[in-house]
Nanobody, 125 residues
Framework: QVQLVESGGGLVQAGGSLRLSCAAS????????MAWFRQAPGKEREFVAS????????YYADSVKGRFTIARDIAKNTLYLHMNRLKPEDTAVYSC??????????????????WGQGTQVTVSS
């Protein structure tokens, strides 16, 4: 099993920045990729960004491309999401997720095997 703990959420003004962290513990050696998803009030959870664990290939949702950066520190077993130029529509609970799979659509929730509990990000206008 793998445990994921997110941190770094909070309240920020539009145009500001935040950095989210996701610390992994447990059976982390088999991780093939990780991602961030978010869920705004009244909306379905949506993909934000993903990264392959070994090579570091990244992929972003169009809505965050150019503003958010996903990164990982393999030695620390930690995933990050650097969020710049935040907008009120970025307000959501952000959750990290990890996968042991070698195939799948890594923008889909079904590709991920374990999840964190989430951290709230609120962007005021």
């Amino acid at each position: 099993q793998v445990q994921l703990v997110e941190s770094g959420g909070g309240l920020v003004q539009a145009g500001g920045s935040l950095r989210l962290s996701c610390a992994a513990s447990g059976r982390t050696s088999s991780t093939t990729g990780m991602a961030w998803f978010r869920q705004a009030p009244g909306k379905e959870r949506e993909f934000v960004a993903s990264i392959t664990w070994t090579i570091g290939t990244t992929y972003y949702a169009d809505s965050v491309k150019g503003r958010f950066t996903i990164a990982r520190d393999i030695a620390k077993n930690t995933l990050y999401l650097h969020m710049n130029r935040l907008k009120p529509e970025d307000t959501a609970v952000y959750s990290c997720a990890g996968s042991w799979k070698t195939k799948g659509e890594f923008t889909k929730m079904s590709a991920y095997d374990y999840w964190g509990q989430g951290t709230q990000v609120t962007v005021s206008s």
